[in-house]
Structure formats: C-alpha cells, structure tokens
C-alpha cells in the first residue's frame, strides 16, 4: 500500500502519483532494490484519487481512464463535492455510485472496504 507521496513509472512513461495505491506483492518484489527506491516503473493495480476543490473533473476522469490503459485493474475517483465515487475496471463502463456508504475493493482486494460515512 503506497500512499500521495509515492510516483510510480507508468509503462506509457507518464510519471503519476495516486493519493493512495495498491500493488500485489509479488509484483513488487519482481523489481530491483534500485527500482523500488525510485519512482517504480509499473502501474499500480489498485489506485484512488480524491478530487480536490483545484482539479478539474474531466482531467482526473482522463488520469483514471489512463490508469486503465497502463494495467490497473481497479480504481476509484471520489469526488466530495458532488458526494459521488467513479468506480473504473478494465473493459467495463465506469460506475457511479451517488452517495454511497462505502464502497469495497472487489476482486482485486476482496475483503477492503472504506466507510464513506464520515467522508461525506
């Protein structure tokens, strides 16, 4: 689990941030001492961004979409604003929860699941 202050090396060579994000350890432990110390050259499998009051909404839609299209197999785009949570997969619509009282982390992380609660 890596947190906002963690890049990682996309294989599109976009060097991207999530604010949290997920990666199998078998994956990370394929990579080199060096690798790990630097931004890791790899996507993510799950990543979260949370839309703040200077994003734009259409900007943060295209870095999940990109998320996607490096290998990410799960991701959620919470927006506090318009209390929504954009749910991306592979090769599926995007899903838009309105309001909801938590999401979970599906196949990809079985037994997570965050309280939006108190968030909203």
């Known amino acids: 689990m890596f947190d906002s202050s963690t890049g990682f090396k996309l294989p599109n060579g976009a060097d991207r941030s999530p604010d949290a994000a997920w990666i199998k350890l078998e994956r990370w432990n394929a990579l080199t001492a060096?690798?790990?110390?630097?931004f890791p050259p790899l996507c993510p499998d799950f990543v979260?961004?949370?839309l703040s009051p200077s994003d734009s909404l259409p900007e943060a839609q295209a870095k999940m979409q990109?998320?996607?299209d490096n290998g990410a197999r799960l991701g959620w785009l919470i927006n506090r604003r318009s209390?929504?949570?954009e749910i991306y997969r592979p090769q599926q619509?995007?899903?838009i929860l309105d309001r909801p009282f938590q999401v979970s982390g599906d196949?990809?992380?079985p037994?997570?699941?965050?309280?939006?609660?108190s968030v909203w």
């Open 66 to 68: 990109e998320y996607l």
């Open 93 to 95: 619509e995007v899903e």
């Open 107 to 109: 196949s990809v992380l």
């Open 34 to 38: 060096e690798q790990q110390r630097k």
């Open 111 to 117: 037994h997570f699941v965050l309280d939006l609660e």
């Open 48 to 50: 979260v961004e949370l």
């Open 83 to 85: 209390q929504q949570v």
